[in-house]
């Protein structure tokens, strides 16, 4: 289950005034759910998924993971809860470009603390369809084909929660499609919760949830 708990989020900017991001948002939702954010650029979605992941604490209020409070379990708490338990593929990918794509997952494998991380890279990166393309360093390799290691990356440790920031905001109509039902296919055989940003409307009516961001509050789907 993940709960927000009156979560604020409040930055201040270098002239010393502050910007209210996300204001006293609560809501819940059972583990194993796909839940779709929306809302304008700018709304906070990243914000809001960088506190679900722990890489950001609130201003205020408490951010409940998996019946971690993660406020409470300090760097090396939250470093280890996100290794074991999170998989996050980011708006900008985030892939370490000096490494191979097969590098790249094998040291999240890492990580996680997993026996086999290469073996567990190669499931992976044969499950988004990239085995002939593991040798390749990122920028061998198509924008779309990125983002399947990013998501190989994000499951290489069969996360309970997966995390994804508009996975498919770089990608034509057919691959963002083709990436969409991969990351479905996987919330469904993983059984892991699916936490997705998107702008687009016809694939997050194709999750269990929709919050809509708006103004720093959700204004539908929290109730
Ligand atoms: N570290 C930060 N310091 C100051 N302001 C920030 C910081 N991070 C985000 N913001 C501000 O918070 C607001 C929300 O940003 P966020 O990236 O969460 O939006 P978003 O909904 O993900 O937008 P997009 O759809 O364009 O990705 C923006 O106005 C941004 O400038
Ligand atoms: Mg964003």
Redesign the pocket.
């Known amino acids: 289950m993940i709960e927000l708990r009156e979560v604020s989020r409040i930055f201040e900017s270098p002239a010393g005034e502050s910007l209210t991001v996300l204001e006293n948002l609560s809501c819940s939702f059972e583990a194993g759910l796909s839940v779709a954010i929306e809302g304008p650029?700018?709304s906070g979605?990243?914000?809001l998924?960088g506190l679900l992941a722990g890489l950001d604490q609130p201003t205020s209020g408490q951010v409940i993971v998996a019946g971690h409070a993660l406020g409470s379990l300090g760097e090396a708490g939250l470093s280890r809860f996100r290794a074991q338990n999170l998989g996050f593929v980011f708006?900008a990918f985030h892939l370490l470009q000096h490494f191979s794509a097969l590098q790249n997952v094998v040291i999240a494998g890492e990580i996680a603390g997993l026996q086999s991380p290469l073996k567990a890279a190669q499931e992976a990166l044969a499950r988004v369809g990239l085995e002939r393309r593991m040798g390749h360093l990122p920028g061998q390799l198509s924008g779309g084909e990125c983002q399947r290691v990013a998501i190989a990356r994000a499951i290489v440790a069969r996360p309970k929660i997966l995390l994804c920031?508009?996975p498919t905001g770089s990608l034509d109509r057919v691959n963002a499609s083709k990436v969409f039902d991969l990351l479905l296919a996987l919330h469904q055989d993983l059984g892991s919760t699916l936490v997705l940003?998107t702008h687009d409307p016809h694939l997050a009516d194709r999750l269990d949830r929709q919050l809509l961001l708006e103004g720093g509050r959700f204004v539908s789907g929290a109730a």
Do not use: P
Request: proline content about 0%; glycine content about 10%; charged content about 30%.
């Open positions: 650029s700018g979605k990243s914000t998924l708006q920031d508009e940003v």
